[in-house]
């Protein structure tokens, strides 16, 4: 392989975690978090982010604003531990519930796709619109790829993961292109 295309991974998701309880673990523990980031070795590349869908159940009102908002916190919040890594923003994925999807779903990844692009995010973040690989001719969720309208099965895995490498690949080639050389 060559140096620095390895896809080592650390994985901190867990299930029904919501954005609040990200921002407690990763904040560091001299704070009074629970330091998940806190590890000087711990210098990753990319930071693969996904958050704020189990925000929009016992949700603050407006949801797709409280959801906004809390991501733009927690992009802040890692940025600030790991300022030397870059993030990789994703789309939320389709719901089961197409009045969600409208509602929250849609109006959240609209407002990542700008915040992505903003002056305070563009020199290290990138966004990762998995929506349409998770969606049909019309719009809605494949459902053969969820186990429960919600999270993804073997399959809808496997659909992020080669959406997720072909991105990385091509986000490495650009970052390649333009360091410059001594």
Same mark, same amino acid.
């Given at each position: 392989?060559?140096?620095?295309?390895?896809?080592?991974?650390?994985?901190?998701?867990?299930?029904?975690?919501?954005?609040?309880?990200?921002?407690?673990?990763?904040?560091?523990?001299?704070?009074?978090?629970?330091?998940?980031?806190?590890?000087?070795?711990?210098?990753?590349?990319?930071?693969?982010?996904?958050?704020?869908?189990?925000?929009?159940?016992?949700?603050?009102?407006?949801?797709?604003?409280?959801? &906004?908002?809390?991501?733009?916190?927690?992009?802040?919040?890692?940025?600030?531990?790991?300022?030397?890594?870059?993030?990789?923003?994703?789309?939320?994925?389709?719901?089961?519930?197409?009045?969600?999807?409208?509602?929250?779903?849609?109006?959240?990844?609209?407002?990542?796709?700008?915040?992505?692009?903003?002056?305070?995010?563009?020199?290290?973040?990138?966004?990762?619109?998995?929506?349409?690989?998770?969606?049909?001719?019309?719009?809605?969720?494949?459902?053969?790829?969820?186990?429960?309208?919600?999270?993804?099965?073997?399959?809808?895995?496997?659909?992020?993961?080669?959406?997720?490498?072909? &991105?990385?690949?091509?986000?490495?080639?650009?970052?390649?292109?333009?360091?410059?050389?001594?």
């Amino acid at each position: 392989a060559t140096p620095g295309s390895e896809n080592y991974a650390f994985n901190m998701g867990i299930s029904g975690d919501r954005i609040e309880h990200i921002l407690y673990r990763i904040l560091p523990k001299s704070a009074g978090g629970l330091g998940q980031l806190d590890a000087p070795q711990l210098n990753p590349d990319y930071m693969v982010v996904m958050l704020g869908i189990n925000n929009s159940w016992a949700a603050e009102d407006p949801v797709a604003d409280s959801i &906004f908002e809390g991501v733009h916190v927690a992009l802040r919040a890692l940025h600030a531990r790991k300022p030397h890594s870059r993030i990789v923003l994703q789309s939320l994925l389709p719901t089961n519930d197409v009045a969600k999807n409208r509602d929250v779903v849609g109006i959240v990844n609209q407002r990542l796709v700008k915040l992505a692009s903003s002056p305070e995010f563009s020199g290290f973040t990138r966004y990762l619109d998995l929506y349409p690989a998770f969606t049909d001719a019309a719009g809605m969720q494949i459902p053969h790829y969820f186990t429960d309208g919600l999270h993804p099965n073997q399959v809808g895995y496997s659909v992020w993961r080669d959406q997720l490498l072909a &991105f990385l690949k091509t986000e490495r080639a650009a970052s390649l292109r333009s360091t410059p050389t001594k």
